[in-house]
Protein backbone atom coordinates (compact mmCIF):
# COMPACT_ATOMS: atom_id res chain seq x y z
CA UNK A 1 0.00 0.00 0.00
CA UNK A 2 1.28 3.68 -0.80
CA UNK A 3 1.66 6.00 2.16
CA UNK A 4 -0.01 9.47 2.29
CA UNK A 5 2.81 11.59 0.95
CA UNK A 6 3.41 8.83 -2.05
CA UNK A 7 -0.27 9.14 -2.95
CA UNK A 8 0.06 13.09 -2.62
CA UNK A 9 2.92 13.24 -4.71
CA UNK A 10 1.35 11.24 -7.25
CA UNK A 11 -1.75 13.62 -6.87
CA UNK A 12 0.06 16.75 -7.90
CA UNK A 13 1.95 15.05 -11.45
CA UNK A 14 -1.71 14.33 -12.19
CA UNK A 15 -3.27 17.21 -11.39
CA UNK A 16 -0.03 19.04 -13.60
CA UNK A 17 -0.75 16.56 -16.46
CA UNK A 18 -4.30 17.14 -16.54
CA UNK A 19 -3.95 20.90 -16.18
CA UNK A 20 -1.68 20.69 -19.40
CA UNK A 21 -4.56 18.91 -21.54
CA UNK A 22 -6.65 21.85 -20.45
CA UNK A 23 -4.65 24.47 -20.99
CA UNK A 24 -4.20 22.48 -24.54
CA UNK A 25 -7.59 22.79 -24.92
CA UNK A 26 -7.93 25.92 -24.58
CA UNK A 27 -4.38 26.53 -27.21
CA UNK A 28 -7.32 24.82 -29.60
CA UNK A 29 -10.31 27.13 -29.07
CA UNK A 30 -8.21 30.22 -29.44
CA UNK A 31 -6.97 28.42 -32.96
CA UNK A 32 -11.09 28.17 -33.38
CA UNK A 33 -10.84 24.39 -33.50
CA UNK A 34 -13.40 23.73 -30.72
CA UNK A 35 -13.73 20.10 -31.73
CA UNK A 36 -10.15 19.52 -30.96
CA UNK A 37 -10.82 21.71 -27.88
CA UNK A 38 -14.11 19.03 -26.70
CA UNK A 39 -12.01 16.06 -28.14
CA UNK A 40 -8.83 17.24 -25.80
CA UNK A 41 -11.15 18.07 -22.70
CA UNK A 42 -13.33 14.30 -22.93
CA UNK A 43 -9.93 13.03 -22.16
CA UNK A 44 -8.86 15.92 -19.51
CA UNK A 45 -12.62 14.70 -18.04
CA UNK A 46 -12.12 10.95 -18.30
CA UNK A 47 -8.72 11.28 -16.58
CA UNK A 48 -10.28 13.49 -13.70
CA UNK A 49 -12.56 11.87 -12.73
CA UNK A 50 -10.93 8.54 -12.99
CA UNK A 51 -7.79 9.69 -10.35
CA UNK A 52 -11.01 11.65 -7.97
CA UNK A 53 -12.29 7.87 -8.43
CA UNK A 54 -8.92 5.92 -7.89
CA UNK A 55 -7.87 8.27 -4.93
CA UNK A 56 -11.21 7.61 -3.21
CA UNK A 57 -10.62 4.02 -3.40
CA UNK A 58 -6.98 4.34 -1.92
CA UNK A 59 -8.78 6.84 0.71
CA UNK A 60 -10.18 3.63 2.15
CA UNK A 61 -6.72 2.39 3.16
CA UNK A 62 -4.67 5.06 3.60
CA UNK A 63 -5.07 8.08 6.00
CA UNK A 64 -3.04 10.47 4.13
CA UNK A 65 -3.29 13.13 6.55
CA UNK A 66 -2.30 11.54 9.01
CA UNK A 67 0.97 12.45 8.72
CA UNK A 68 -0.31 16.25 8.29
CA UNK A 69 -0.17 18.95 11.51
CA UNK A 70 -2.97 21.33 11.93
CA UNK A 71 -2.19 24.07 9.53
CA UNK A 72 -1.45 21.14 6.88
CA UNK A 73 -5.18 19.91 7.82
CA UNK A 74 -6.32 23.47 7.41
CA UNK A 75 -4.28 23.99 3.87
CA UNK A 76 -6.02 20.10 2.78
CA UNK A 77 -9.02 21.86 4.06
CA UNK A 78 -8.69 24.67 1.62
CA UNK A 79 -7.51 22.43 -1.23
CA UNK A 80 -10.81 20.20 -1.21
CA UNK A 81 -12.99 23.71 -0.82
CA UNK A 82 -11.98 24.19 -4.15
CA UNK A 83 -11.40 20.76 -5.87
CA UNK A 84 -15.13 19.25 -4.36
CA UNK A 85 -16.45 21.83 -6.53
CA UNK A 86 -14.55 21.70 -9.61
CA UNK A 87 -15.30 18.01 -9.94
CA UNK A 88 -18.86 18.42 -9.45
CA UNK A 89 -19.05 21.18 -12.00
CA UNK A 90 -17.44 18.94 -14.34
CA UNK A 91 -20.14 16.82 -15.84
CA UNK A 92 -22.03 19.80 -16.47
CA UNK A 93 -18.78 21.33 -18.51
CA UNK A 94 -18.99 18.15 -20.53
CA UNK A 95 -22.88 17.82 -21.00
CA UNK A 96 -22.99 21.73 -21.69
CA UNK A 97 -20.39 21.70 -23.89
CA UNK A 98 -21.41 18.45 -25.83
CA UNK A 99 -24.82 19.86 -26.26
CA UNK A 100 -23.37 23.38 -27.52
CA UNK A 101 -25.30 24.94 -25.29
CA UNK A 102 -22.62 27.68 -25.65
CA UNK A 103 -23.48 30.63 -22.96
CA UNK A 104 -24.22 27.99 -20.21
CA UNK A 105 -21.16 26.36 -21.05
CA UNK A 106 -19.03 29.97 -20.92
CA UNK A 107 -20.95 30.88 -17.59
CA UNK A 108 -19.52 27.38 -15.79
CA UNK A 109 -16.77 27.54 -17.42
CA UNK A 110 -15.97 31.50 -15.59
CA UNK A 111 -16.40 29.43 -12.15
CA UNK A 112 -14.80 26.59 -13.03
CA UNK A 113 -11.41 28.17 -14.11
CA UNK A 114 -11.16 29.95 -10.46
CA UNK A 115 -12.40 26.48 -9.27
CA UNK A 116 -9.78 24.68 -10.80
CA UNK A 117 -7.02 27.36 -10.18
CA UNK A 118 -7.71 27.17 -6.84
CA UNK A 119 -7.28 23.43 -6.88
CA UNK A 120 -3.92 23.51 -8.63
CA UNK A 121 -2.38 26.35 -6.48
CA UNK A 122 -3.90 24.67 -3.10
CA UNK A 123 -3.25 21.42 -4.04
CA UNK A 124 0.41 21.95 -4.95
CA UNK A 125 1.07 23.57 -1.63
CA UNK A 126 0.13 20.29 0.36
CA UNK A 127 3.09 18.55 2.01
CA UNK A 128 4.06 15.11 0.55
C1 LIG B 1 -12.30 26.19 -18.73
C2 LIG B 1 -12.55 26.90 -19.77
C3 LIG B 1 -13.41 26.51 -20.95
C4 LIG B 1 -13.85 27.41 -21.88
C5 LIG B 1 -13.57 28.91 -21.91
C6 LIG B 1 -14.63 26.66 -22.84
C7 LIG B 1 -15.26 27.20 -23.94
C8 LIG B 1 -15.87 26.52 -24.96
C9 LIG B 1 -16.44 27.10 -26.16
C10 LIG B 1 -16.45 28.61 -26.48
C11 LIG B 1 -16.92 26.09 -26.92
C12 LIG B 1 -17.61 26.21 -28.28
C13 LIG B 1 -19.09 26.18 -28.03
C14 LIG B 1 -19.85 26.36 -29.30
O1 LIG B 1 -19.28 26.85 -30.30
O2 LIG B 1 -21.04 26.04 -29.29
C15 LIG B 1 -16.69 24.85 -26.21
C16 LIG B 1 -17.05 23.59 -26.65
C17 LIG B 1 -16.92 22.43 -25.93
N1 LIG B 1 -16.35 22.31 -24.68
FE1 LIG B 1 -15.49 23.81 -23.60
N2 LIG B 1 -14.67 25.34 -22.49
C18 LIG B 1 -13.94 25.20 -21.33
C19 LIG B 1 -13.75 24.03 -20.64
C20 LIG B 1 -14.30 22.80 -20.97
C21 LIG B 1 -14.22 21.61 -20.16
C22 LIG B 1 -13.55 21.52 -18.79
C23 LIG B 1 -14.86 20.61 -20.84
C24 LIG B 1 -15.10 19.15 -20.47
C25 LIG B 1 -15.24 18.73 -19.24
C26 LIG B 1 -15.33 21.17 -22.10
C27 LIG B 1 -16.00 20.47 -23.10
C28 LIG B 1 -16.42 20.99 -24.29
C29 LIG B 1 -17.04 20.21 -25.35
C30 LIG B 1 -17.30 18.70 -25.32
C31 LIG B 1 -17.34 21.11 -26.39
C32 LIG B 1 -18.01 20.80 -27.74
C33 LIG B 1 -16.94 20.69 -28.81
C34 LIG B 1 -17.53 20.41 -30.17
O3 LIG B 1 -18.13 21.31 -30.76
O4 LIG B 1 -17.40 19.27 -30.64
N3 LIG B 1 -14.97 22.51 -22.14
N4 LIG B 1 -16.05 25.14 -25.03
Known sequence: ??????IILTLKVLVVAVTLL???SLVALAQKRPRRHGQI??????LTLLTV???EGVLQWVDVS????DAARQALRI???????????LPAMFLSGKMRKKTLHVALAVVFSILWTGTVITGLGLPH
Open 66 to 69: ATFD
Open 79 to 89: HLGFAIPAALI
Open 22 to 24: LLA
Open 1 to 6: MPTGPQ
Open 41 to 46: NTVFFI
Open 53 to 55: MAF
